[in-house]
């Protein structure tokens, strides 16, 4: 897949709880599956607990995740 235009893109945070097995199971298969159309930005979350990245994404890959995995980006586009 080649990477969307920029303005094809929307910005949102993507986050799991770290010890919640299937949202990271989950958000590993969307990075997958989305990666090569996804800006990843870096992570966001503490580490310990929250991992979370603001993320340029196809709306159609946002649509997909859980809406518990998804929020409004920190850094606006």
Do not use: K, Y
Not at 42 to 65: F, K, Q, R, T, Y
């Amino acid at each position: 897949m080649a990477p969307a235009p920029a303005a094809e893109l929307a910005r949102a945070r993507v986050s799991v709880t770290i010890d919640n097995e299937r949202e990271v199971r989950a958000l590993n298969a969307w990075f997958q599956r989305w990666g090569p159309r996804i800006r990843r930005f870096d992570d966001l979350g503490c580490g310990c607990c929250l991992d979370a990245w603001d993320v340029d994404a196809p709306p159609e890959a946002l649509a997909e995740l859980p809406r518990g995995m998804l929020r409004p980006a920190l850094h606006a586009a």
